[in-house]
C-alpha cells in the first residue's frame, strides 16, 4: 500500500471489525518540549514494547514475522510494526512541536489492527509526502517506509496531521 487521504479512524475500524480493545500509551501529553531525560526514553521504550507485545500476544500465528523492535535496527522491512513505531516516532521526537509522541494508539479487530502515533502542537501537511521526495534530515526515511510498506498509512487531517495510523488487515 501506500498513503490513503480519504480513509478515516471510523471507517477503517469499521472494516477491522475492531472490537472494544483499543489501548493507550501515554508517552508526553504536555505541551511543551520534551526532555529527552532517561526517564523520557524509558517511558519512550516502554510504549512500544507494550504495543509490540500485546501484537504478539493477540496475533502470534497471525504474524510473519512476529514483531520485534530490533528488526527496524537491521533493517528488516518485512516487520512493518517496528518499522512504523520507530520511524513515526522518531519523525515526533525530531521534527514535531514538541519533540515527543503525546502517546501509541492500538486499536485490536478480527481481520487486523490498527497502530496510531500522536503528537501535539503544530499539525504537518501529510499530503507532501505523497508528492514530494523528503531528505533524510526531514523524516525522508518514515516517507521511504510509508511509500513502500504493505500496510495502509493515514492520517487524522492530511493538510495538518497529528496522528498518523498504520493498518494492517489479515485478508
Same mark, same amino acid.
Request: proline letters at 4%; hydrophobic letters at 40%.
Given at each position: 500500500?501506500v498513503f490513503s487521504f480519504n480513509l478515516t479512524l471510523k ?9 472494544? &480493545? ?39 500465528? @497471525? ?21 512504523? @513505531? ?12 514538541y519533540q515527543a509522541p503525546a502517546c501509541f494508539h492500538l ?48 492520517? &487524522? &487531517? ?14
Amino acid at each position: 500500500m501506500v498513503f490513503s487521504f480519504n480513509l478515516t479512524l471510523k471507517k477503517a475500524l469499521e472494516f477491522l471489525s475492531a472490537t472494544n &480493545d483499543y489501548h493507550t500509551f501515554p508517552i508526553h501529553g504536555e505541551e511543551h518540549p520534551a526532555v529527552h531525560s532517561e526517564a523520557f526514553i524509558a517511558q519512550y521504550g516502554a510504549a512500544k514494547r507494550s504495543v509490540v507485545e500485546l501484537l504478539n500476544q493477540r496475533y502470534k500465528s @497471525l504474524l510473519s514475522p512476529k514483531a520485534d523492535l530490533h528488526n527496524w535496527l537491521y533493517h528488516r522491512q518485512d516487520d512493518e510494526i517496528a518499522y512504523f @513505531l520507530n520511524e513515526a516516532g522518531s519523525n515526533t521526537i525530531n521534527h514535531s512541536d514538541y519533540q515527543a509522541p503525546a502517546c501509541f494508539h492500538l486499536w485490536l479487530g478480527e481481520r487486523g489492527f490498527i497502530i496510531g502515533v500522536e503528537q501535539k502542537g503544530q499539525g504537518f501537511a501529510a499530503e507532501k509526502l505523497r508528492k514530494e521526495t523528503v531528505p533524510s534530515e526531514s523524516g525522508g526515511s518514515a516517507s521511504r517506509f510509508f511509500r513502500s510498506c504493505k500496510g495502509i498509512i493515514f492520517f &487524522d &487531517d492530511p493538510e495538518s496531521a497529528r496522528i498518523v495510523y498504520y493498518a494492517h488487515t489479515f485478508l
